[in-house]
């Protein structure tokens, strides 16, 4: 019987390569960036650090679970709490939705958030990111399960809309 080999618990939810969702440690940051590394072999995911200059890091944007096939792939986007509010997620978000959709291919890119976080959901809408509705229950955070927001850009939305300060030169890999 199927039911009899489940386990009676599931284990704790995990980030990449099964790590917590935020690492503690610098092996643990190494194990995610050996992850992200696999992902890009298998054609999977892509993940690129953002600075402003060839500076310091000020986040991170990935393109993840890429469906070849369907032209649908998600995107994500975290910043470091001192470059917030400052236009980084939105100047990645757009360089990385430019990318995608209109070099790559890619015909659907889907990204959800916590519905509160209000500047995420922010981000998402000035980069011309629709919101589509809102997932129940879809994911854990620190303080327990969210309710997320799905938004989504479809190539055929007309351009990307360029939001990018000027002084953001791009992504590092």
């Known amino acids: 019987m199927l039911w009899a080999a489940r386990p009676s618990r599931l284990p704790p939810p995990t980030g990449a390569a099964g790590l917590s969702r935020r690492p503690s440690t610098e092996t643990q940051v190494r194990e995610w960036f050996a992850a992200y590394r696999r ?7 892509a993940h690129w650090a953002v600075t402003r200059g060839g500076g310091s890091v000020l986040g991170r944007v990935a393109l993840r679970g890429f469906d070849v096939d369907d032209g649908v792939a998600d995107v994500a986007y975290r910043v470091v709490p001192g470059a917030r509010g400052t236009g980084v997620a939105s100047g990645a978000l757009t360089v990385l939705t430019t990318w995608a959709l209109c070099e790559i291919g890619f015909h ?16 998402a809408t000035k980069c011309g990111y629709l919101l ?8 854990v955070h620190d303080d327990g399960r969210h309710d997320m927001h799905l938004h989504a850009r479809v190539r055929d939305e007309g351009p990307v809309r360029a939001v990018m300060d000027g002084s953001l030169t791009g992504l590092t890999a």
């Open 39 to 45: 992902g890009w072999q298998r054609e999977k995911g």
């Open 132 to 139: 589509e509705g809102t997932k129940r229950s879809a994911a």
């Open 108 to 123: 659907r890119l889907e990204l959800d958030h916590s519905t509160r976080n209000a500047a995420s959901c922010g981000v």
